[in-house]
Structure formats: structure tokens, C-alpha cells
């Protein structure tokens, strides 16, 4: 069994992640874990306005869950509205984006 302790996991800036606008705070929640299914989570602070530029997924998936705040996520071309507890999949072959309207707290995990 692996565990990491909050206090362990220390914020590192990100700035335009993807290639989008601002800098997010990065707390990576599985380094040191080398997990074969899934290669990353992190939770990312994220004020308002700063964004995840639109990237896409080939031979992966992976998860948004909004903990805190409100955005706008982008999948392919279509926009949506995503709230505190909302969860969304970018699938192989889709691509993904997600801008803070207000400050938020985002919870981002990728499979292999």
C-alpha cells in the first residue's frame, strides 16, 4: 500500500497549462506512486479566469471533477456549463478545455 500525506503534497505553479491563459497551483497527488493504470492525478487550484488550454486525448481518457467553483468546460466544439460536484470523461480521440469563472478547485486524473 502507497499513502502520501496532505502536507507532503506541496502546490507548484503551472502557468498556461496546455497552453491557456494564467498560472493554476499544482498539487500532484500520485507522484511516487508509479501506478500502472493511471500515470497522473492532481488536484489544481485554479482563480478565476485562469484556463486549461483545449488539448486532445489519443490512447487515453481522462477525468475533470470540479470540487469547488464554477467553469466552463469545452469538449470538441461544444461548451458547458460545469458546477461544484460535476464530473466530466474526455475519451481516446476527443479533445478537452476548461476555463475558472470563478476560483476553483479541479481534480485531474489520467489513464493509460
Same mark, same amino acid.
Not at 56 to 66: A, M, P, Q, T
Not at 88 to 94: D, E, I
Given at each position: ?6 502536507? &507532503? ?48 486525448? &489519443? ?26 460536484? &460535476? ?15 470563478? &476560483? ?9
Amino acid at each position: 500500500m502507497d499513502i502520501r500525506k496532505s502536507k &507532503d503534497i506541496i502546490p507548484q505553479p503551472f502557468a498556461q497549462c496546455h497552453d491557456g491563459e494564467g498560472v493554476l497551483m499544482c498539487r500532484s497527488l500520485l507522484d511516487g506512486f508509479d501506478s500502472e493504470k493511471f500515470p497522473f492525478m492532481h488536484a489544481d487550484t485554479m482563480p478565476a479566469g485562469v484556463s486549461i488550454g483545449l488539448h486532445r486525448h &489519443d490512447n487515453n481518457e481522462e477525468i475533470y471533477y470540479l470540487v469547488s467553483g464554477r467553469g466552463v468546460l469545452t469538449y470538441d466544439d461544444t461548451e458547458y456549463e460545469m458546477k461544484t460536484g &460535476d464530473i466530466s470523461l474526455c475519451r481516446s480521440g476527443h479533445s478537452h478545455a476548461f476555463r475558472a469563472v470563478d &476560483d476553483c478547485v479541479l481534480i485531474v486524473v489520467g489513464s493509460r
